[in-house]
């Protein structure tokens, strides 16, 4: 088989403007993670009774406290419940399709390495998918604006349910200085 390009030990370091980009993405990625832990925090508190024993409510934290080392998926699965539970939602299923489609480009930007593209402007993610799909098309600036720009509309979103459940989105350490 022959190689086409360099070997894959080769490190390529990405232009500042493009890596700008690239960490913007990654930057929103982790906010929208933090607004769909806090939706579901908030969603599951305002279903929780008022005379709950301390014992049910420690067990509720901590179940809650476990979704911090969630997964993207394992995130967006909890919150599809959750938003199941609590009635009067609308666009359950826009928003829980459009959080799938952002989770496979958060996946493809956290974890591609980065080829240079005969198109100086752009360059190639280099990543196969679980279920062995190449990203065939490199990326540009623009492409990481949209990208950043999509995420941060449903991370606006999903804000918003947060809010219709008139309790705010505490999460662990937001009572800290």
């Not at 967006?76 to 799938?100: E, V």
């Not at 996946?107 to 980065?114: E, G, K, R, V």
């Not at 402007?121 to 679980?130: D, E, I, Y």
Request: charged share 30%; hydrophobic share 40%.
């Amino acid at each position: 088989m022959a190689r086409i390009g360099a070997p894959p030990e080769t490190h390529y370091t990405l232009p500042a403007d493009f890596a700008a980009a690239l960490g913007h993405c990654v930057a929103s990625f982790g906010w929208l993670e933090e607004i769909i832990k806090r939706t579901i925090y908030a969603l599951d508190r305002a279903r929780l009774a008022d005379d709950l024993s301390e014992a049910e409510l420690q067990i509720w934290l901590t179940r809650m406290g476990a979704i911090a080392d969630d997964s993207m998926g394992t995130l967006i699965d909890q919150l599809d419940a959750a938003m199941r539970r609590y009635p009067g939602l609308r666009d359950r299923n826009k928003i829980t399709d459009r959080l799938g489609e952002i989770r496979l480009e958060r996946n493809l930007l956290c974890h591609a390495s980065w080829r240079p593209a005969e198109d100086r402007a752009r360059w190639h993610p280099a990543f196969v998918n679980t279920r062995g799909e190449v990203q065939r098309q490199p990326l540009g600036i623009d492409d990481l604006e949209r990208i950043r720009e999509s995420t941060v509309e449903i991370g606006t979103r999903v804000l918003r349910v947060m809010r219709a459940t008139g309790v705010a989105g505490y999460w662990a350490g937001d009572d800290q200085a």
